[in-house]
């Protein structure tokens, strides 16, 4: 494989990737950014773990979508994360399903 196919498989890959995201985000409460990943998420608990010196992130999550162009499965029932790092943790709207005017149903 030289190097353009490689390049455009890779692009191939990573849009294919965003549309899977872009399908199922609705499903999910919470978007939750690491050092490492990217995830969404159902459930969230973030504690700081305090060490004599330092201090330490436990990220907990559960039903969990991970955005990895590797994975096979990026359907999780959980993760554990733990890190020094910086988290970003993000509710999102919640977005109510609603039918077209012309197709909602009549009482």
Known sequence: MDEDEFDDYDREVELALYREYRDIVAQFKYVVET???FYLAN???LVRRDTEHDFYFELT???VWVWDVYRADRFVKAVRVLTFKDVNVEELAT???ELPKDLALEE
């Open 35 to 37: 050092e490492r990943r």
């Open 43 to 45: 459930e969230v608990e």
């Open 61 to 63: 999550m559960k039903d």
């Open 95 to 97: 977005r109510e399903f």
